[in-house]
C-alpha cells in the first residue's frame, strides 16, 4: 500500500536543531514536488518548504529561510527538512505532502516538533 510515514520530531530547546524525516512506500519519491507544512495550535497551516522535482529546486518563506533546509534522497527515497537555530514560535505539528504531475498525493501523518527549555 502505498503511503508516506514520517519520523525525527521531538522536544527541544530553543537554539537547537531537528531532522525531520517523510519516507515513501510503496511508490517512486523522485516524481513528487514534497512540501512541509506545519500547524500550531490556533494558527492556520504555514508552507515552510518546498522541492521540486527539476529545475530551481526549492522554495521558502522568509520565517524559516536560511534555517530550514529541505533535501531529497532518491535511494532511501526520502525527503528530509533539517531545522537549525529553532525558537518557541517553531513548535507546531509538521507535515510532508507529496504531489505528483498526473495529481497523485500523498499526505503525511504528521510530526509533533516542540520548541521549549
Known amino acids: 500500500q502505498a503511503q508516506v510515514v514520517q519520523s525525527g520530531g521531538g522536544l527541544v530547546q530553543p537554539g537547537g536543531s531537528l531532522r525531520l524525516s517523510c519516507t515513501a512506500s510503496?511508490?517512486?519519491?523522485?516524481?513528487?514536488?514534497v512540501t512541509w507544512y506545519r500547524q500550531a495550535p490556533g494558527k492556520e497551516r504555514e508552507l515552510i518548504a518546498t522541492i521540486r522535482t527539476a529545475g530551481p529546486g526549492t522554495v521558502y518563506p522568509d520565517s524559516v529561510k536560511d534555517r530550514f533546509f529541505i533535501s531529497r534522497d532518491n535511494a532511501e527515497n526520502t525527503i528530509y527538512l533539517q531545522m537549525y537555530d529553532l525558537s518557541p514560535e517553531d513548535t507546531a505539528v509538521y507535515y510532508c505532502?507529496?504531489?505528483?504531475?498526473?495529481?497523485?498525493?500523498?499526505w503525511g501523518p504528521g510530526t509533533q516538533v516542540t520548541v521549549s527549555s
Open positions: 510503496g511508490f517512486p519519491f523522485n516524481v513528487y514536488a
Open positions: 505532502y507529496a504531489t505528483s504531475d498526473d495529481a497523485r498525493e500523498y
